[in-house]
Structure formats: structure tokens, C-alpha cells
């Protein structure tokens, strides 16, 4: 299959306005995830796909760029109006705010396309606030590793081992942590889009769960990868750090 990384990125982030362009050790933040995704084997292009001239002309410097419409509700809906456009297999989304985001799990995202419509990734949950935490997303996954359920509770419920502390919980069952990366076949992202919102993507307020309701099959790869994203400007801080040490 060939394969697609679309970046969707915008301008006006309420926490962080100019997020993409955010200077990371001399680079925008939105460079840093291009040239992550660029070390995948499984590609044959990387896209960003932005409503904003602003990033725009910054990305046309390092990475080819797709202008969009801005009345888009998510970044879903930003990278189906360029896969709309392409002739591609398979398009892999990667979040604009993941200057660190792992080629290899790109490779294992798009791999897992082989056997299922849609594909995204996971890790297990080692610490005690991801468990707790509503913003750490769950996934309960079945014996072939395909999405059963998405919430932003604590599942499965442990209902014998209620009274453990969180940490024993961890060590008895594999909880598993969502990380926002996402393969889709082209044909079946396109379908998804037009579908109206489910009740239960209403409820939780996680997308994937309209391609669950909808009979889509989601691959998950479980990964020793743990997702440092930039959500607000305190955030840069720890990623300068890390990229330096790496240097």
C-alpha cells in the first residue's frame, strides 16, 4: 500500500494561538513533525494541511502544503478535504503538536492497515494520574488487537480488584493509554467524514468513536512509546530540553 502523512495544523489554538509555528531550538514546532514523519520507511509523502497563510508560507519552505477550508470542526475532517485530493492507499494523520512522534510507530500504524480499515496506536499505562486522568484516553482492545471501546473512564472497570491501590490495579491488567495517530484507507476515511456525529462520539467526545458505531474496524498496535505533545506554551520548555540531549 502506499501511504500518506497528512499534518493537519491551525493557527487558532485557544490555549496556544500560533502553536504550529512555535520556535523549538531554532525550528517551528510544525518543522520538527515533519521531518519525524519524513523518517518513516512506509511513506511516500508528507502533507500539511492548514487553513492559515501564515503556516502556509512557513511550511512551503521545508514540506509540501494544502490549503483547506476553515469551517472544518476537527483535524479529521482538515486531512479528508486533502485525501479528497490525492491518489493514495492509505493516509496516515499525525498530530501537528508531536515534534517527537516515533517513525516506528508510524510504520507499525500503517502496517496494521493491512488487516483492518482504520488503525491507531496505544501504550500501557505505567503511571497512576493517566489512569485517573479523563485526557489520557483508554482503549480496550480484543484478542486480535482490533478497538472494542474508547472512553475517557477508567476501562475495563476492575470490579475484584476495586479495592487495590491504582498501582497494583496496573500491574494485574494491562490498561492501555490511546495515542492520537491515526491510519485510515482512503475510501473508508472519506465515508467516515460524511456520516453524521454518533452518540456516543457525542458523549465522550472522541471521534473514533463514530467509525466504532458505524461498523469500522480499528487496528491498534500496542507501542513502548510514550507521546509528548504541546499543548500550551509551558510545554516547549520540556521538549527543548529533551531535544538537546539528544543532540
Known sequence: MAFTVVIPARYGSSRFPGKPLADINGKPMIQHVVEQCRMAKSLQDVVVATDDPRIEDAVRAFCSVER????????????????????????????????????????????????????????????????????????????????????????????????????????????????????????????????????????????QLRALENGVSIQVVTVDYESISVDVPADLVRVEKILRNKI
Open 68 to 207: 483547506t477550508a476553515s469551517d472544518h470542526l476537527s483535524g479529521t475532517d482538515r486531512v479528508a478535504e486533502v485525501a479528497g485530493r490525492m491518489q493514495v492507499d492509505g493516509i496516515i494523520n499525525i498530530q501537528g503538536d508531536e515534534p517527537m512522534i516515533d517513525p516506528e510507530v508510524i510504520d507499525q500504524v500503517a502496517g496494521a492497515l493491512e488487516d483492518g480499515e482504520m488503525s491507531t496506536a496505544a501504550v500501557r499505562i505505567s503511571d497512576e494520574e493517566d489512569y485517573k486522568n479523563p485526557n489520557a484516553v483508554k482503549v480496550v482492545i480484543d484478542h486480535r488487537d482490533r478497538a472494542l471501546y474508547f472512553s475517557r473512564s477508567t476501562v475495563p472497570f476492575y470490579r475484584d480488584g476495586v479495592e487495590l491501590e491504582i498501582t497494583d490495579q496496573l500491574k494485574e491488567y494491562p490498561f492501555l493509554k490511546h495515542l492520537g495517530i491515526y491510519g485510515y484507507r482512503r475510501d473508508v476515511l472519506l465515508n467516515l467524514v460524511k456520516l453524521p456525529v454518533s452518540g456516543l462520539e457525542r458523549m465522550e467526545r472522541l471521534e
